[in-house]
């Protein structure tokens, strides 16, 4: 039943039946861990990769020998960087050894490499003053990939893959005529039987020995054409390099090179991982028929004798007893099973290894010669640690080529599996730190090559390695990553929701990722394997559907970047669900049969009923009690935080869920915020993990608290930690931070409590809208399409009105002709203009400005135009003029206003860091309180969006039989055909909650059911139905039915009309066609596209149309004279022939078509080309807000080539008799040219 729970500071109602068995984890562990994993040891391997550099005589060897962050020496803080437009950083110092090997000398130095960008504590990068978030990328594992094609007659064709971390791939293929062939690097294929033979089986017997008599293996041979080992290897060196004399020296060291040399081929760990576990020869042979006796060869023990089925346990011993070759039945056939000789190092070595920490497989040949060779326990210990390289290679060897053979080959006697690529088991994370690493170790190999060519050129006894080292490439690379990448991304950071989603984001997209244009259908599927790892809801609608996902709640990343799910392990032999919790890959998971986390069960942990639903793979069955493997441990485990955050998301349609979690992305943080009545109980942790509130770092009591800072008096010395609030800070996204204290002098706070409320959070919880009195309710079509009426009272209150600020910048730079100057001095400007401009010319703080108000006055010097004689005779009698100068001040944009509410300054003399050429650097930042208005887009949490149409006064909103009005009206109609019932039972279950003073948690698949719902009314002394009877505002008259009221948490999208409305009458116009230019970032025009066209045909509107396509378009002159005659206040003369004519004309004849243009007496009409325009024209003055005072002659210049100047055409034109109304296609002819 439904019980209280604290939550932070408030306490909810919960509704959820299961209790919470685990912890979910920090939301941005998966940024903080990766990027924690780098500093501490992917930087490390880097440099090991790369060590030692030598010289091409091997005489000079240089070495990485450690490498410290200077954490001490970091310029700037955080919210510095981000003022000053710097990167948050720091020193990066590296030891490096030199040593000459003729001379023996050594000498050490410690090396800057560059400012390394540092994550902050809420998993973001500044990175020039930005705030960007590095995106985890989803890609296909390193490792090998079995699967099949079927031909023509049914037959099932294998084919593989050996797809390596970086490296030539592998491909096997096998064709109808059961030839296996084999392609290296996407070169032309050969028969496989010439791979083997390079490695070392020459002739066919011993081919046929090793891999055992099998008809397809044959077959190969008899397509094969080579019969020794130099011939095989001569073929697959023309393959390679064709045009290239053959050797066989040659064709080795390029087998060697291409397969067994570390830095040119690496499986990387998770690579290495995934073929121990694809090709080890256990998992093979386990369940199949011994075809000969299996003999342990070093002590003469038989494991399993001719005959026997051969167990897991069996098995398992088989692989770790390094029998690397087994012959099995198989449908009275002898097929010979190779693995790849991998064995678990604890089961061979009979003492205790575990301080080694080695946690892979180990080749076991080389294990084999360690263990001969020496005896004694530490020695062995020595050894192994020295031959770690050989033991776990990195890069292929021969024994996996072989293994991978044996696999193709068993294939066909259904021995192994084939892989499905969507399946998550295959696919891996790479977080932020593997992709700097990857991105690190390009710039160190550029940098391998300078040092190279270095240590060549100079003097080899007076070099040191601060002079061999050019830290450069290092550096670029870096930059280039955190500046460019497509996975180096601005954050979004409307408000705290979209901030934390963002840093949990996965994308499949990017480097050595999936491009959209190629991404099937299956790509983006929702798999069976994504559950409780991504979420199967929360992805954009378009291009990138799928592509883009979101980390499930509980999930996390293993160290081989595999995302695990946690699951309750459930004890077979009492049947009974234990407290043990163990995180699962994909792989893993599918061995086992796991239950719902909302399965009852009863007071000892066992199932209650004697048949269990579970999920097996991809299916849903149901079992004895007894079978269950595993069981969820929580219902929400499966969906993302967003997603978590909708109430009765069980009761919606995915589709509308899935808009439900990308609109709260969306909502814009209010001035007020207030908490959800119906919560699901997620709000909290999501809004603690985003880094928007600041938490206590130790526990103490409160001292101080203003709106500024809070200082708590620290528990354990009694120091005092000071948190510094930010106030009216610019988001990302132009929304509003500002932070409010929720802590008061005397409190005792916690580690980690929230000390004061951030933007769209109330008493620590996420709050992105408002609880809205709201009825289903059509009201004089005013709720048509979705749309929503709402009261005056909304607007009146502020209930929905948030802070918007935004940055203009003025640079004061040098030019050709002098610097240009920031001063208060402007000519041409009425003092009116300059009654907010303090003394330096730049706006006060607290102003209210509205577009083509001066922010910050600036000159720049004019050209000096070549004097006459008598103009040089009175300047020398009468002084200098006025030296000539022109106003390029920045202006409030066309469409903005509000108040001034921070002006920073930045200038060389105070020593700040400004880019090249600019002596001054102003900033201003313009606040705008935007109440709710008409056009502005509101949206549920259930993907019930809508646009207000109407604000009716309070008075004639209908409402409820106590006398309160309704604030908002929704359509009805809007619920049945799009199913998302959720709203309604929010709407049902708020109305309660409101009366009875509760906030509500009911947690998403374990929430309040109807029945609770109806209880909860009847105990407000509602209805159980939860309808009322409403009256009219107007008449006050009842309504004909009942109708369901209630309260329902209603957001505020950053789709806001103030940003989109635009108007313009005259402005810039594009080069080719003279049409106006589109967007209102160009101030552009209204596109009339072609339907339109038609619209206007359709009712036979002549004359509007002619001027729509000729006036209002590209008439040239005819533009300009109708501008003039509006004005001036005359008639409006005839069109002209638009531009578009001309082009349409040019773009004939440049097909050879001879097209000529004739009048009435057949005469050819000439048009004037745009080019000539040496004539003086008359220019279109623009009426653009912010450009008022300036004449056309600067407009040119500031502008460039938008501003083009308007044509005379010539007189000889007969405008009447040119009939424009047969040329009604789409005028934008600039598609075609695009």
């Known amino acids: 039943m439904v019980h209280p729970v604290q939550v932070g500071k408030r306490t909810r109602m919960s509704f959820a039946k299961v209790k919470d068995v685990a912890e979910m984890p920090n939301l941005i ?159 032309r294929k050969l028969p496989i039987s010439i791979l083997g033979r390079a490695m070392g089986f020459g002739s066919d017997q011993e081919l046929l020995e090793y891999f055992g008599e099998e008809e397809r293996f044959k077959a190969t041979i008899e397509k094969d054409n080579t019969k020794t080992k130099e011939e095989a290897l001569l073929e697959i060196y023309k393959r390679l390099r064709p045009g290239e004399p053959p050797t066989v020296d040659s064709a080795i060291s390029l087998i060697d090179s291409l397969f067994f040399d570390a830095k040119r081929y690496d499986l990387s760990r998770v690579g290495r991982y995934k073929f121990n576990k694809k090709l080890a020869i256990g998992l093979r042979i386990a369940n199949q028929i011994a075809a000969e006796d299996i003999v342990d060869k070093l002590t003469g023990e038989v494991l399993v004798a001719k005959g026997e089925k051969i167990s897991r346990a069996n098995a398992e011993e088989i692989q770790n007893r390094g029998i690397n070759s087994v012959d099995v039945l198989v449908e009275d056939r002898v097929i010979r099973i190779i693995g790849n000789h991998f ?17 892979e497989l180990v080749h076991y040949p080389t294990l084999r010669e360690i263990l001969d060779n020496y005896s004694d326990e530490e020695t062995i210990k020595e050894e192994i640690k020295k031959n770690m390289t050989r033991l776990i290679p990195k890069h292929i060897i021969k024994d996996d080529i072989f293994a991978t053979i044996s696999y193709q080959i068993g294939l066909a006697y259904n021995i192994g599996y084939v892989d499905d690529i969507d399946h998550l088991g295959n696919r891996r994370l790479r977080s932020v730190g593997e992709l700097l690493q990857n991105q690190f170790r390009i710039g160190l190999s550029r940098m391998e090559r300078v040092v190279k060519e270095r240590m060549t050129i100079q003097d080899q006894e007076a070099i040191t390695p601060q002079q061999l080292i050019n830290i450069r490439p290092v550096a670029a690379a870096i930059k280039e990553f955190f500046g460019s990448s497509q996975l180096s991304q601005f954050m979004d950071q409307t408000n705290p929701l979209s901030e934390l989603t963002h840093k949990r984001r996965l994308s499949a997209l990017g480097p050595g990722g999936l491009s959209r244009e190629r991404a099937g259908f299956e790509v983006r599927d929702v798999h069976h394997s994504h559950y409780g790892r991504m979420c199967p809801i929360e992805t954009p609608e378009g291009p990138n559907i799928g592509l883009i996902n979101s980390l499930a709640t509980y999930a996390k990343v293993n160290e081989y970047g595999f995302i695990e799910t946690p699951y309750r392990v459930v004890d077979k032999s009492e049947g009974r669900v234990t407290g043990e919790i163990r995180y699962f890959t994909a792989d893993e998971e599918d061995q086992y049969l796991v239950a719902q986390a909302n399965e009852p069960l009863d007071e000892n942990g066992c199932f209650i009923d004697k048949k269990v639903t579970v999920r097996d793979k991809g299916e849903v069955l149901v079992v004895p009690s007894k079978d269950v493997d595993l069981m969820d441990v929580s219902p929400r485990q499966l969906v993302s935080v967003a997603t978590a955050m909708i109430p009765f998301l069980e009761n919606d349609d995915a589709s509308r869920a899935l808009m439900g979690s990308n609109m ?75 932070q409010r204290p929720i802590v008061a002098k005397g409190d005792w706070v916690l580690k980690g409590e929230v000390l004061a409320d951030g933007p769209s959070t109330d008493l620590g919880e996420i709050a992105l809208g408002k609880n809205i009195r709201m009825g289903f309710i059509t009201w004089e079509g005013y709720n048509y399409e979705d749309a929503m009426l709402i009261s005056e009272e909304l607007v009146r209150e502020d209930v929905f009105t948030s802070i918007h600020i935004e940055e203009y910048e003025c640079e004061a730079r040098d030019t050709k002709l002098g610097p240009e100057e920031i001063t208060r001095d402007i000519p041409n400007v009425s003092e009116d203009a300059l009654k907010d401009i303090d003394e330096r010319g730049i706006i006060r703080i607290g102003a209210e400005v509205r577009s083509g108000d001066i922010l910050v006055g600036k000159v720049t010097p004019k050209g000096e135009t070549e004097l006459t004689a008598e103009e040089r005779l009175l300047r020398a009698i009468f002084g200098e003029k006025a030296r000539e100068v ?85 359509n009805p109609l809007g619920v049945p055909s799009r199913m998302n019932i959720g709203q309604v039972l929010e709407v049902h279950l708020g109305w309660a909650a409101s009366a009875l003073g509760w906030h509500i948690a009911t947690p998403v698949f374990d929430g309040a059911t109807e029945t609770d719902i109806e209880d909860c009314l009847e105990k407000a002394g509602y209805n159980r139905n939860g309808k009322t009877v409403l009256r009219d505002g107007r008449t006050g008259e009842e309504f004909d039915n009942e109708v369901t009221v209630g309260i329902m948490y209603i957001l505020k999208l950053a789709h806001l009309v103030d940003d989109k409305i635009h108007a313009r009458s005259t402005g810039p116009y594009s080069l080719v066609t003279q049409q106006p230019l589109g967007g209102k970032a160009q101030f552009g025009g209204q596109r009339f596209g072609e339907m339109e066209v038609w619209a206007l045909e359709a009712y036979g509107a002549a004359h509007t149309l002619q001027e729509i396509l000729t006036v209002k378009s590209d008439d040239v002159v005819g533009r300009v004279k109708t501008y003039e005659a509006i004005v001036k206040g005359e008639n409006i003369p005839e069109p002209g022939v638009p531009e578009s004519f001309k082009v349409l004309i040019k773009e004939l004849q440049a097909l050879c078509l001879d097209v000529k243009v004739l009048n009435d007496n057949n005469q050819e009409v000439k048009f004037k080309e745009l080019a000539e325009d040496d004539d003086e024209i008359e220019v279109l003055e623009v009426n653009m807000e912010g450009t008022e005072d300036s004449t056309t002659e600067e407009a040119k210049e500031e502008k460039g080539e938008a501003y083009i100047p308007a044509e005379e055409i010539d007189e000889e034109i007969d405008y009447e008799n040119i009939d424009l109304l047969d040329f009604t296609s789409d005028l934008d002819i600039e598609d075609d040219f695009n």
């Open 343 to 359: 064995v678990d190092i604890h089961k061979c070595v009979d003492f205790d290894i575990s301080d080694l920490n080695i946690r």
């Open 664 to 738: 709260q992305r969306q909502a814009v943080p209010l001035l007020k915020p207030y908490a959800p009545i119906v919560g699901t109980g997620i709000e909290y942790k999501a809004a603690v993990d985003s880094g928007v509130l600041p938490k206590a770092k130790n526990a103490g009591e409160v001292v101080y608290v203003s709106a500024n800072e809070v200082r708590v008096k620290r528990e354990l010395d009694g120091g005092v930690d000071t948190y510094r609030l930010l106030k009216f800070k610019r988001s990302n996204q132009g929304t509003c931070i500002n």
């Open 886 to 970: 022109r106003d390029t001040s920045l202006r409030v944009p066309h469409g903005e206003a509000g108040i001034i509410v921070d002006v920073k300054v930045f200038t060389r003399e105070n020593g700040d860091d400004l880019s090249p050429g600019v002596n001054e650097l102003v900033r201003c930042y313009i606040a705008q309180k935007r109440k709710i208005s008409v056009g502005d887009k509101m949206a549920g949490r259930h993907g019930n969006k809508g646009v207000i149409s109407r604000v009716l006064p309070e008075e004639d909103m209908p409402f409820l039989p106590d006398g309160r009005p309704l604030q908002i009206c929704l």
């Open 29 to 187: 562990e998966i940024q903080l861990d990766s990027y924690k994993w780098f500093l501490d040891a992917g930087l490390y391997e880097v440099f090991d990769d790369i060590n030692p550099i030598s010289n091409f005589t091997g005489n000079l060897v240089l070495e990485f020998v450690g490498y410290t962050l200077d954490m001490d020496n970091i310029k700037y803080s955080v919210e510095e960087c981000k003022e000053r437009d710097t990167t948050y950083a720091a020193p990066l110092k590296v030891a490096v050894r030199l040593q000459n090997k003729e001379t023996g000398e050594i000498k050490e130095q410690e090396v800057f490499m560059g400012d390394f960008p540092l994550m902050t504590e809420q998993g973001t990068f500044i990175i020039n003053g930005a705030e960007r978030v590095i995106v985890s990328q989803l890609v296909r594992s390193p490792g090998v990939y079995y699967n099949y094609n079927v031909d023509k007659t049914g037959k099932k064709l294998f084919s593989a893959t050996v797809i390596p971390n970086r490296g030539a791939w592998l491909e096997y293929e096998t064709d109808s005529n059961d030839v296996i062939y084999v392609r290296i690097d996407k070169t």
